[in-house]
Each structure stands twice: as C-alpha cells, then as structure tokens.
C-alpha cells in the first residue's frame, strides 16, 4: 500500500496500464459526505507499464469538490491500494496481467483503474527466411509477438537504408546483396517503446545476403557462316525469381575473345568477320558484386567460302487489285547447296517525296522448299506502278543476292 501525492485535476475516464499496453480509468461518483470534497480522480502517469515497476506509483490521485476545483488539504490521505493481479514477478505465465488500483479519500465512493502490465521480460524477435539460401526474392519475416500482446511495429534496415521498409515481412531485392538486413520490433503501446528500452527487440538476418546463380542461355544464329557474314549469338540472361538481368558479357571464339554489355535481360552479340576455320564458342557472364559468374559452351561454329546464289522472282500476276495481295514466286539456287535457307525481304516504293517512303516484308526461306516458294505480301491499298527489291539475306554458304522488279497495283 501507498500513498500517492498529486493536485493534478483528471476527468473521469477508463485506464489500462500495461507493462507495454493501454488501460481505462473509471471514476465513480462520491457519496455527499462532506460538504465540499465530491470524488475522487485515479489517473496513470502512463498509459502502460511494464513487469516489475509500482503499480501503484504510477498513479495520480486527486481530490475534486462539487466545482472540480482540487482539495489541496484532501490529498495527503489519500489511500491507494492494489490487488493480488499486480504483483507480477518474473518467468510467472500469462505474460499479461490485469490487476485494480483502488484510491480512497474518508467516505467517498472510492475510484478505481483497471491496469494491464506486461512482462516485456519474454518479447523477443526473430527472422526467418523463405528460403535457404538468403538471396534476392527471398521473403524475410519477423516474429510475431507473444499471444494476445498488441501488435508490434516493424522496420527493416541494412547499411545502404536507415529503412528498407515497415511490416512483418521484408523481400530481398538485388540492392541487398552484400549487406546484413535487420528489423527492429517495438511495442509502441501506450509509449512503451519511448519509455522501455526492453520494449524494442531487433534482429538480424541469419547471413548477409548471398550473391545469386543466373540462368544464361545463347544459341549460335547459324552455326555455320561464310566468310562474307557476321556470325551472331543470341543471348538471354535472367536471375530466377527475379527476373532479366543485365551485365557484362564475354564471348570466347578460337584463341579470341569479345566483351559486351548485355542490356536488359536478352540480345545479338555480333562476331567480326573470320576466316574460314572452325571456331569453339563460349559465351561467358562475367557476374558482379551482385550475382556470380556463369558460362555456357556453344559448340563449334563453322567459317566457310562465300558462294554467291542464283536469284530469280517473278510475280503470279504483274497487276493486282488493291483489294487483293500480290504474290511473288522466289527461287534461290547455288552450287553445292541443295536446300538454300534464310530471310527474304520484298521491298516496295512509288513516286517521290513522302509517297516514296518505302514499306517491306520478310519472310523465311525453310529448308523444305529446297530453295523455291510463294510469297503474299500485304495488301497495297494505292493504285500506281512499284518499284519492287527482292532481297536473299543470305545464310551459311551463301551470301546475299537482290534483283528488282516492278508491280502494278489497280
């Protein structure tokens, strides 16, 4: 039992006194037993406490007469006691008591509070990952706090962040790689946290977070090429999980090496020109601070002599309507190769000026047509005579090979 001093005025209201929650206060009207003191006034100090302060020291208690005016002689013999629920000793279950502080001053109704104090002895906090592997796209997630405890206020730091974010779970993105990711939790009820430093717990990752694996894949364009082309390579990079990825990029042919940037998750790496010969490929990813190294073999890559096709195209009809859709008739022939493949590119144009703006289509020449097919190009909607460019992009043995021809459109 105590006896508290204080001329603070307080309205009637409800408390709840945590040892990191809230409470409700409840003032009860006086009895008229005196002619000038009315009621008496409980009021915490705070709205929450923790296990192992007075209870009853952190209430202000004060003495009203019928005008709300404080009873300054009143206030010494004020009575506060407390119940069996307050005395809260450690390692006790629940974590969480509720206990009644009771204030009386002679014959008056006596006011009363109810309090909750916490034991903030077992908050504690943890982070688990979704994965084994601490790397990005990984979900990291805080602890929860104890059964029935108000909830908890999370936020994420590293080194590079004062804050990466708030709430229960963080995801890692690539900005991690390298650092240790923590979350601080604190049980901001009722002012726990400003006022108990044991109200804010924090943790940290199990490891800094790990460089990731990318997935790389490259096919050659053709993996064979005359001396005349340009071999080319495409590639793809992505971090599973994450996504496309970009980087430094090194292709490996014969006793030579090539060094690119590869932007934005896929591309063409072109190769000069070689010589004939045989070449093996290896397309290299230089990883960074960020994502490791990976490598992939493509294979040998063919260089041989150029030959040049035979290119013939005619029309199944030299006028059309420009409702309908011209057909070019495209052969291709060359010595030594029986099933010619590739791109052809039909090019059209009339006039001069902005009507000489020429459009295009392309089209693939498959190796069972074995050099010959039928082409329908879009339809043509103006009326005039085109000057028509059909082109072989050429592939493998072959080089390239246009010739030009005319349209009527009616």
Same mark, same amino acid.
């Given at each position: 039992?105590?006896?508290?001093?204080?001329?603070?005025?307080?309205?009637?209201?409800?408390?709840v006194?945590?040892?990191?929650? /809230?409470?409700?206060?409840?003032?009860?009207?006086?009895?008229?037993?005196?002619?000038?003191?009315?009621?008496?006034?409980?009021?915490?100090?705070?709205?929450?406490?923790?296990?192992?302060?007075?209870?009853?020291?952190?209430?202000?208690?004060?003495?009203?007469?019928?005008?709300?005016?404080?009873?300054?002689?009143?206030?010494?013999?004020?009575?506060?006691?407390?119940?069996?629920?307050?005395?809260?000793?450690?390692?006790?279950?629940?974590?969480?008591?509720?206990?009644? @502080?009771?204030?009386?001053?002679?014959?008056?109704?006596?006011?009363?509070?109810?309090?909750?104090v916490f034991?903030?002895?077992?908050?504690?906090?943890?982070?688990?990952?979704?994965?084994?592997?601490i790397?990005?796209?990984?979900?990291?997630? /805080?602890?929860?706090?104890?059964?029935?405890?108000?909830?908890?206020?999370?936020?994420?730091?590293?080194?590079?962040?004062?804050?990466?974010?708030?709430?229960?779970?963080?995801?890692?993105?690539?900005?991690?790689?390298?650092?240790?990711?923590?979350?601080?939790?604190?049980?901001?009820?009722?002012?726990?946290?400003?006022?108990?430093?044991?109200?804010t717990?924090?943790?940290? /990752?199990?490891?800094?977070?790990?460089? @990731?694996?990318?997935?790389? +894949?490259?096919?050659?364009?053709?993996?064979?090429?005359?001396?005349?082309?340009?071999?080319?390579?495409?590639?793809?990079?992505?971090?599973?999980?994450?996504?496309?990825?970009?980087?430094?990029?090194?292709?490996?042919?014969?006793?030579?090496?090539?060094?690119?940037?590869?932007?934005?998750?896929?591309?063409?790496?072109?190769?000069p020109?070689?010589?004939?010969?045989?070449?093996?490929?290896?397309?290299?990813?230089?990883?960074?601070?960020?994502?490791?190294?990976?490598?992939?073999?493509?294979?040998?890559?063919?260089?041989?002599?150029?030959?040049?096709?035979?290119?013939?195209?005619?029309?199944?009809?030299?006028?059309?309507?420009?409702?309908?859709?011209?057909?070019?008739?495209?052969?291709?022939?060359?010595k030594? @190769?029986?099933?010619?493949?590739?791109?052809?590119?039909?090019?059209?144009?009339?006039?001069?000026?902005?009507?000489?703006?020429?459009?295009?289509?392309?089209?693939?020449?498959?190796?069972?047509?074995? +050099?010959?097919?039928?082409?329908?190009?879009?339809?043509?909607?103006?009326?005039?005579?085109?000057?028509?460019?059909?082109?072989?992009?050429?592939?493998?043995?072959?080089?390239?090979?246009?010739v030009?021809?005319?349209?009527? @459109?009616?």
């Amino acid at each position: 039992m105590s006896r508290l001093e204080s001329s603070r005025p307080v309205h009637r209201a409800s408390i709840v006194v945590i040892a990191g929650v /809230a409470f409700s206060l409840l003032g009860l009207s006086a009895t008229p037993a005196f002619a000038a003191p009315a009621r008496v006034v409980i009021t915490p100090t705070y709205e929450a406490i923790a296990r192992g302060d007075d209870v009853e020291d952190r209430m202000a208690v004060a003495v009203l007469d019928e005008t709300g005016a404080v009873v300054d002689t009143a206030r010494r013999s004020v009575t506060v006691t407390s119940d069996a629920g307050c005395d809260f000793r450690a390692g006790e279950p629940p974590s969480i008591r509720t206990c009644t @502080v009771t204030a009386r001053y002679g014959d008056l109704a006596p006011a009363t509070a109810s309090v909750q104090v916490f034991d903030l002895s077992v908050l504690a906090v943890s982070v688990t990952p979704s994965t084994p592997v601490i790397a990005p796209g990984a979900v990291l997630t /805080a602890s929860a706090p104890p059964a029935g405890w108000p909830a908890l206020r999370y936020t994420w730091r590293s080194p590079r962040a004062a804050t990466l974010g708030e709430g229960p779970s963080y995801l890692l993105t690539m900005a991690d790689i390298g650092t240790t990711v923590s979350v601080t939790a604190a049980l901001e009820h009722g002012g726990l946290a400003a006022h108990y430093p044991a109200a804010t717990k924090s943790a940290s /990752a199990p490891a800094a977070v790990a460089k @990731v694996n990318v997935a790389l +894949g490259a096919t050659l364009a053709s993996s064979v090429v005359n001396t005349k082309r340009k071999p080319a390579i495409d590639v793809t990079l992505a971090v599973p999980g994450v996504g496309p990825w970009s980087g430094p990029m090194t292709v490996i042919y014969g006793s030579a090496r090539l060094e690119t940037p590869l932007v934005g998750g896929a591309g063409r790496i072109t190769l000069p020109k070689l010589p004939i010969g045989a070449y093996p490929i290896t397309v290299w990813y230089q990883g960074n601070e960020q994502a490791n190294a990976a490598s992939i073999e493509l294979g040998t890559l063919r260089v041989v002599k150029a030959v040049s096709p035979t290119l013939k195209a005619t029309w199944a009809a030299k006028s059309v309507k420009r409702t309908g859709r011209a057909k070019v008739k495209v052969a291709v022939t060359a010595k030594g @190769v029986k099933a010619p493949t590739g791109t052809v590119t039909v090019t059209w144009a009339k006039g001069k000026g902005k009507a000489s703006k020429p459009a295009n289509a392309s089209f693939t020449l498959k190796a069972t047509s074995k +050099g010959k097919a039928t082409f329908a190009l879009p339809t043509i909607k103006k009326k005039g005579t085109y000057k028509v460019t059909v082109t072989f992009t050429g592939n493998g043995k072959l080089t390239s090979k246009s010739v030009r021809t005319s349209l009527k @459109v009616r």
